[in-house]
Nanobody, 115 residues
Framework: VRLVERGGGLVQPGGSLRLSCAASGIAVNRFDMNWFRQTPGKEREFVAVIRSGGSGTMYADSVQGRFTISRDYARSTVYLQMNSLKPEDTAIYYC?????????WGQGTQVTVSS
């Protein structure tokens, strides 16, 4: 299993970014696919999940209404659309999946929200 995140960068407060997570070795519609984020000195925190099979989603309270998780089975990719970004959204964002009892993570992509 390999996960590769892309799409991070520097954006002004109120701006938008779309992150992508390209997955190989798994079918992204058969597993819960997660986004987490981490800032220096803090624990990695849950951001969003898209459930296996259907399109059920769940978000952290801090991003509810601003972020949207989705997936493209044909491209084996999971997305995180981030709107109305705030400085407190600054973090490294990671894609995650649990496969056969093991947690797999990508290398992360840095998102910086600053004016």
């Amino acid at each position: 299993v390999r996960l590769v995140e892309r799409g991070g960068g520097l954006v002004q407060p109120g701006g938008s970014l779309r992150l992508s997570c390209a997955a190989s070795g798994i079918a992204v519609n058969r597993f819960d696919m997660n986004w987490f984020r981490q800032t220096p000195g803090k624990e990695r925190e849950f951001v969003a999940v898209i459930r296996s099979g259907g399109s059920g989603t769940m978000y952290a309270d801090s991003v509810q209404g601003r972020f949207t998780i989705s997936r493209d089975y044909a491209r084996s990719t999971v997305y995180l659309q981030m709107n109305s970004l705030k400085p407190e959204d600054t973090a490294i964002y990671y894609c995650n999946v649990i496969f056969r009892g093991n947690a797999y993570w990508g290398q992360g992509t840095q998102v910086t929200v600053s004016s």
